[in-house]
């Protein structure tokens, strides 16, 4: 499997970004899509995630100011930010589980200022 991601950037604090990931290859069995962050200095987070059924989950500090969801083609997931913090600040990495593997997209540097 591999993800193309895109969608990073430079914002000011209380814009919004859209990030997008494409999966190719052997997306057949994947059963979970979504996108995690590393701060410098920090562990990679929990962002959000979609699953195959269409379940969505999101790490704390993005509740209620992300939305991810699918396009029209199942390999596509988007997220959607709002309200951007400079606590955001961070590498996006685009992930895709199957019932094996883990798979990780290239990162996106997301940097919101004050």
């Known amino acids: 499997v591999q993800l193309q991601a895109s969608g990073g950037g430079l914002v000011q604090a209380g814009g919004s970004l859209r990030f997008s990931c494409a999966a190719s290859?052997?997306?057949?069995?994947?059963?979970?899509m979504g996108w995690y962050r590393q701060a410098p200095g920090q562990q990679r987070e929990l962002v959000a995630i979609i699953t195959s059924s269409g379940g969505t989950y999101y790490g704390d500090s993005v509740k209620g100011r992300s939305t991810i969801f699918r396009g029209n083609a199942k390999n596509m997931v988007y997220l959607q930010m709002n309200s951007l913090k400079p606590e955001d600040t961070a590498v996006y990495y685009c992930?895709?589980?199957?019932?094996?593997?883990?798979?990780w997209g290239q990162g996106t540097l997301v940097t919101v200022s004050s």
């Open positions: 290859g052997s997306i057949f069995g994947i059963n979970e």
């Open positions: 992930n895709a589980k199957n019932a094996e593997s883990s798979f």
